[in-house]
């Protein structure tokens, strides 16, 4: 199985933007302040520098136009019963029993939005998805 910092290491070699993350009451929070990577990622040194330096046993996907994809993010089992049924699988199992599908960006901007049903939310622009090490599905 791989480590957190290995998947979040892929992720950042095929362009998406990662953080560290983990902080918080709930264990949601990122570890550093991530809103200038809303417009950029990381570089190779950051995210190594940050592994070295927090050791996080969870990362995050910053989402929207920086990592060219969105993140749908069920926590109910009807939204991933919803998902299901288009025949769409999840990319990402969290620690609590949801599901992450992530999506390729289309040409129009994506919004963060809670509740676009019951449990469900999309992780567009201006947003992050969490991710650790055992949770990811063997997709990046």
């Known amino acids: 199985m791989a480590s957190p910092y290995e998947i979040a290491f892929k992720y950042h070699t095929l362009g998406r933007c ?12 990122a570890l550093v302040p991530w809103e200038p990577f809303q417009k950029r990622r990381p570089t190779d040194a950051e995210v190594q520098a940050w592994e070295e330096r927090l050791r996080p046993r969870v990362w995050a996907m910053v989402t929207g136009k920086v990592s060219g994809c969105f993140v749908v993010d069920c926590d109910s089992s009807e939204g991933v019963a919803i998902m299901a049924a288009a025949g769409l699988q999840p990319h990402v199992k969290t620690p609590r029993g949801g599901s992450h599908y992530y ?5 129009f ?15 567009g622009e201006g947003g992050y998805a969490n991710f650790s090490g055992g949770d990811v599905n063997g997709q990046v």
């Open 103 to 107: 999506v390729a960006l289309p040409s």
């Open 18 to 29: 990662v953080i560290p993350s983990g902080g918080g009451d709930e264990g949601k929070k």
């Open 109 to 123: 901007p994506v919004p963060t939005k809670a509740g676009i049903l019951p449990k469900v939310d999309v992780r």
